[in-house]
């Protein structure tokens, strides 16, 4: 098992910035990438970014490259999210998820670990 716990969420105006944190605990030792993924009000939750635990390749929405960097730390057993230029469109609950799948890490399905979520709300 794997515990993940969000934190860093809150509100900031547009084009300001916003770094949200996730911290893993348990049987790390097995997972092979971590992904944030994000739910907006009335919307299917939507892949974010996602990053490989021992290499560090990191993966893209279309919507958020250039303005988000994803980020670990091994030691720490942790995963960031830096939010740049931020925009009323990115205000949603994000969530931190854990998978030991090395395929599709942009799809929700193969995570099988999941946070309880930190909610950001941008600012027009």
């Known amino acids: 098992q794997v515990q993940l716990v969000e934190s860093g969420g809150g509100l900031v105006q547009a084009g300001g910035s916003l770094r949200v944190s996730c911290a893993a605990s348990?049987?790390?030792?097995?997972?092979?990438?971590m992904g944030w993924f994000r739910q907006a009000p009335g919307k299917v939750r939507s892949f974010v970014a996602a990053i490989t635990w021992s290499g560090g390749t990191t993966y893209y929405a279309d919507s958020v490259k250039g303005r988000f960097t994803i980020s670990r730390d091994n030691a720490k057993n942790s995963v960031y999210l830096q939010m740049n230029s931020l925009k009323p469109e990115d205000t949603a609950v994000y969530y931190c998820?854990?998978?030991?799948?090395?395929?599709?890490?942009?799809?929700?399905?193969?995570?099988?670990?999941w946070g309880q979520g930190t909610q950001v709300t941008v600012s027009s």
């Open positions: 998820a854990a998978t030991t799948i090395a395929t599709m890490i942009y799809n929700g399905l193969v995570y099988d670990y």
């Open positions: 348990g049987r790390t030792s097995s997972t092979y990438a």
